[in-house]
């Protein structure tokens, strides 16, 4: 089964340049890894809530690939003093896609 | 630019169904909104961090289009007492994907 990694984070302004730059290094980390699939990273543009200024989805093949890459590896960015991390693994209950466009 | 919704929820166990149901319901007042792209839906597996039972992640063309849609209008599951919400708007700031697979 397909698994979601959403990994939300509070990150102190002091250290959001340290965080974006480590977290780009970690993708080196597991991006060839079996059972990758893909990983966005988003930020907060700050005009609605701001609870968390940024957002990873990566979604993997499995769980067991995930826990491959993550059993004895702790991010760096998690790693820098301040952030907060809440690494959820969730799966997909519903998906909804806009209908395709009127061709007429 | 293209904006993602990207909304954490903590949902009381009494009130996890009705929350999926209102959810699948609320999808019909936005899936045929202009610049809406997709959504998705995710559970959590309770197999690693479990602070949000639900994220619900959700592609639009622009803020513009988002707001349309709910500037007057707060989703049915928010409403449900228990429910707590943090409903952020995001853009991308990297994305990767696995390499295409090795075809030899």
Redesign the interface.
Known sequence: MT????N?FVVPAAVEAEF?AT??ST?DHF??APG??????????G??????GY?N?ARWES?AAYRAVFEDFVPAGQRIPGVV???????????????AADPS
Chains 1, 2 share one sequence.
């Open positions: 698994i979601t990694l959403i939300t974006v977290w780009r993708i991006r060839t990758f699939i893909e990983t966005r990273l988003h930020r907060n543009t005009l609605q809530d701001t609870t968390y957002v989805v769980v991390a809440h690494p959820g693994l969730f799966e997909v209950v519903a998906e909804v896609t806009a209908p």
